[in-house]
């Protein structure tokens, strides 16, 4: 799992395939009421936190999951703030 820091309100995380495989979850089984998603979307948030600083505690998020042309996907994690800002 790669985490890029684009902005103050903004990541990019990067996931392999061979990230999924080390952590057991079938890409055909992930959806977004699952436990493995559930449990994967945490540990990019306090993955990011820790690389990044990147805290995202008591704040709306808008989670944007694409296919990657590579082996994988990209999910693009955004705060918004308080006053409802991008």
């Known amino acids: 799992m790669k985490i890029e820091r684009i ?9 392999s395939l ?8 079938d890409l055909g089984l992930l959806n977004y009421n699952s436990t493995a998603a559930q449990e994967l979307l945490w540990d990019m948030m306090e993955q990011a936190e820790i690389e990044c600083g990147f805290d995202m505690s008591d704040s709306q998020l808008i989670i944007e999951p694409m296919p990657d042309s590579e ?3 990209i999910i693009t994690i955004t705060k918004i703030d308080e006053d409802g800002d991008f």
């Open 7 to 15: 902005s103050d309100n903004m990541i990019k995380v990067t996931i």
């Open 18 to 25: 061979n990230d999924l495989e080390e952590r057991n979850i």
């Open 71 to 73: 082996d994988g996907f």
